[in-house]
């Protein structure tokens, strides 16, 4: 047995949502396997064995124990959507939107998107990297081991290369999994907009200047698109898209979020990896992206936090076979949360679906909408040793306590990833 290895005993339960090592869909999703009595080796950076606690304490003697105390262990979540690199919040519009200053019209004033735009583009590298490394560690402190980071407010050659460049340094500065999409096409840039071919340069721009250097330079695994009525058409879309597959880059689209355009079904037809958002998906999205195996991701918080009485309609997604996933959308503008617990809530409670298949939404099908679940998602022998270490004693209290702060602890990769509280993580 080797030095880095280690024993977790002495938990109430270990949900481990082990089972095939790709997305579930269907009835897949309503069991997250619930163990008592059991242990479980982690060697290096790997599950090694899940088995009953008193044999593994004999097989593998000498091993340093970690004594969960009661608490509940799964593995660590996904979190496969998150736009984490900005300046500054944009707290100012929460308020207006409240009193009803609609979207165009916070737009006009100066906010939105393009507020975030304008602010990136004056902030230096190692800038970003100081505002998004605290808000990183602050995901994995509510469970999440593996976070998606997405590009999209620079929206210039420089200003999105220097973006993936942060999160490139982030993944490298953090024990954290950290996967980089580009979203070039977040947006239209204000100054495109207002010229005649503006929109017809933009997209050469994305196309044939800033994608040739994320593929050459290797910035991002995912390209992503805002295919949305006023952003990208379903062509410019599916133009971009297929030419970032062309390069060697998965595809995630933002489809569907305020209206039925056609995303969900360019998602199908584009086999992508991932559709997100979905709030106003048709019947024939919906069988899209069931005939393509594309994991539905859902943002419940951004609804929420929009003040929105809607929903992306989880039940009917996964009736028809779409695998769900479940992720924050962590951005300055719609969904400022860092808290993963806070959405598997929301699952439960707004998108009415069950804690198991909450918690497989957000380990095993958060994995699959990066293209990862053959080793990461699951408590199982040869997966990437990502787990937390919750301080509840029944999984059911995860959802339960909402907003609540419960991660005592977590590894990513078989390394501390956020320890609450060291000693007690450590007691052995
Ligand atoms: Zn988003």
């Given at each position: 047995m080797s030095a880095d290895a280690l024993l977790f005993v002495n938990a109430a339960q270990i949900v481990t949502c082990a089972g095939p090592a790709r997305a579930r869909r269907g009835s897949e999703m309503s069991d997250a396997v619930i163990q008592t009595g059991v242990a479980v080796l982690v060697e290096g950076d790997t599950i090694k064995e899940i088995g009953p606690e008193d044999a593994l304490r004999r097989s593998a003697a000498g091993v340093t124990e970690i004594n969960c105390n009661g608490g509940v262990i799964t593995p660590g979540f996904a979190d496969s959507h998150t736009h984490a690199i900005f300046g500054r919040a944009r707290y100012e519009e929460q308020e207006l939107r409240a009193t009803g200053v609609p979207y165009m019209e916070i737009a006009r004033r100066g906010g939105g998107i393009h507020a975030s735009v304008r602010d990136l583009r004056t902030r230096s590298e190692?800038?970003?990297?100081?505002?998004?490394?605290?808000?990183?560690?602050?995901?994995?402190?509510?469970?999440?081991?593996?976070?998606?980071?997405?590009?999209?407010?620079?929206?210039?050659?420089?200003?999105?290369?220097?973006?993936?460049?942060?999160?490139?340094?982030?993944?490298?500065?953090?024990?954290?999994?950290?996967?980089?999409?580009?979203?070039?096409?977040?947006?239209?840039?204000?100054?495109?907009?207002?010229?005649?071919?503006?929109?017809?340069?933009?997209?050469?721009?994305?196309?044939?200047?800033?994608?040739?250097?994320?593929?050459?330079?290797?910035?991002?695994?995912?390209?992503?698109?805002?295919?949305?009525?006023?952003?990208?058409?379903?062509?410019?879309?599916?133009?971009?898209?297929?030419?970032?597959?062309?390069?060697?880059?998965?595809?995630?689209?933002?489809?569907?979020?305020?209206?039925?355009?056609?995303?969900?079904?360019?998602?199908?037809?584009?086999?992508?990896?991932?559709?997100?958002?979905?709030?106003?998906?048709?019947?024939?999205?919906?069988?899209?992206?069931?005939?393509?195996?594309?994991?539905?991701?859902?943002?419940?918080?951004?609804?929420?936090?929009?003040?929105?009485?809607?929903?992306?309609?989880?039940?009917?997604?996964?009736?028809?076979?779409?695998?769900?996933?479940?992720?924050?959308?962590?951005?300055?503008?719609?969904?400022?949360?860092t808290n993963f617990p806070l959405i598997l809530t929301l699952g439960v409670s707004q998108l009415r679906l069950s804690v198991a298949e909450v918690l497989i939404a957000g380990t095993v099908n958060g994995a699959a909408a990066l293209g990862i679940a053959d080793r990461v998602g699951q408590l199982a022998p040869g997966f990437s040793a990502d787990l937390v270490l919750w301080d509840v004693s029944d999984v059911r209290e995860l959802p339960y306590w909402y907003g609540a702060g419960r991660c005592h602890a977590s590894w990513a990769r078989g390394k501390p990833c956020h320890v609450h509280d060291l000693a007690l993580a450590f007691r052995s």
């Open positions: 190692d800038d970003l990297f100081s505002l998004a490394q605290p808000r990183l560690r602050a995901l994995a402190s509510s469970g999440v081991t593996t976070v998606e980071v997405k590009s999209g407010y620079g929206l210039s050659l420089d200003d999105e290369i220097k973006t993936l460049r942060v999160i490139k340094r982030l993944a490298d500065a953090l024990p954290m999994r950290i996967v980089p999409t580009w979203l070039g096409a977040h947006e239209i840039p204000l100054d495109y907009r207002e010229r005649t071919d503006g929109r017809r340069e933009y997209l050469d721009l994305l196309v044939n200047d800033m994608l040739p250097v994320v593929a050459r330079e290797q910035l991002a695994q995912f390209a992503d698109v805002f295919c949305e009525p006023g952003v990208f058409t379903v062509d410019e879309s599916r133009e971009i898209l297929t030419a970032a597959r062309s390069a060697g880059l998965g595809i995630k689209m933002h489809a569907d979020e305020l209206s039925s355009g056609g995303a969900a079904e360019l998602a199908g037809e584009l086999r992508a990896t991932s559709a997100d958002h979905l709030a106003a998906v048709s019947d024939a999205g919906i069988s899209a992206l069931a005939a393509a195996g594309t994991v539905a991701t859902l943002l419940p918080g951004t609804m929420l936090f929009l003040g929105k009485t809607s929903q992306a309609p989880a039940r009917r997604l996964i009736e028809a076979g779409v695998p769900v996933a479940l992720a924050t959308d962590f951005n300055p503008g719609t969904s400022p949360t």
